[in-house]
């Protein structure tokens, strides 16, 4: 069955940087569409980034864009964020979704970020 | 990209109907029939409950169903169960592959 981990979560300092990885299984990563998606403690989802299949067609929210990087290898069926220059508001739970039909099918369990001041 | 607007709670007594609305703007809701909707239990990752405005996923229940009208859409859930209870989120496509969460609603069995 499809399954995705994510790991990589931790306590930073604001500044600093953190990468995410999300482990994907039971199907072909590179067939899908995939995003990573945060909620921060007691609030709600965000939709953070979205990549393409291919990787070819990435896309941020602004509260983000130009600090975190997406990207995927998919022979090793694997997703990545990249969290550059992280603020105290970063500090949420990352998840890792797979695409379809427009929205998101399956989600892993989650990454704590914490960002210290 | 600010968030869809959801009532921040609901509730219902078991066996009974409840609507949760979510709220958006002709740029997001009203322009797509792309809304999906997620149940949340706590401490746990979302699930796909709705997808495609009113399309379920295989194994969820037909209790749920969905619509939408102009930048509304809506939630619904027949005969509520005790299992119910959980957060609910709303979620749209709003073009150029972004999306658009809603504040979340909690929904309470009574």
């Known amino acids: 069955q499809v399954q995705l981990v994510e790991s990589g979560g931790g306590l930073v300092k604001s500044g600093g940087s953190l990468r995410l990885s999300c482990a994907a299984s039971?199907?072909?990563?590179?067939?899908?569409?995939m995003s990573w998606i945060r909620q921060a403690p007691g609030k709600g989802l965000e939709w953070v980034s979205y990549?393409?299949?291919?990787?070819?067609?990435?896309y941020y929210a602004d509260s983000v864009k130009g600090r975190f990087t997406i990207s995927r290898d998919n022979a090793k069926n694997s997703l990545y964020l990249q969290m550059n220059s992280l603020r105290v508001e970063d500090t949420a739970v990352y998840y890792c979704?797979?695409?379809?039909?427009?929205?998101?099918?399956?989600w892993g369990q989650g990454s704590l970020v914490t960002v210290s001041s | 990209q600010s968030a869809l607007t959801q009532p921040a709670s609901v509730s219902g007594s078991p066996g009974q109907s409840i609507t949760i609305s979510c709220a958006g703007t002709s740029s997001d809701v009203g322009s797509y029939n792309l809304v999906s909707w997620y149940q949340q239990h706590p401490g746990k990752a979302p699930k796909l409950m709705i997808y495609?405005?009113?399309k379920r996923p295989s194994g969820v229940s037909n209790r749920f169903s969905a619509s939408k009208s102009g930048n509304t859409a809506s939630l619904t859930i027949s005969g509520l169960q005790a299992e119910d209870e959980a957060d609910y989120y709303c979620c749209s496509y709003a073009g150029s592959s972004t999306y658009v969460f809603g504040t979340g609603t909690k929904v309470t069995v009574l």
């Open positions: 990549i393409s299949s291919s990787g070819s067609t990435i």
């Open positions: 979704a797979r695409c379809s039909n427009y929205a998101q099918v399956d």
């Open positions: 039971g199907f072909a990563l590179s067939d899908y569409y």
């Open positions: 495609e405005g009113s």
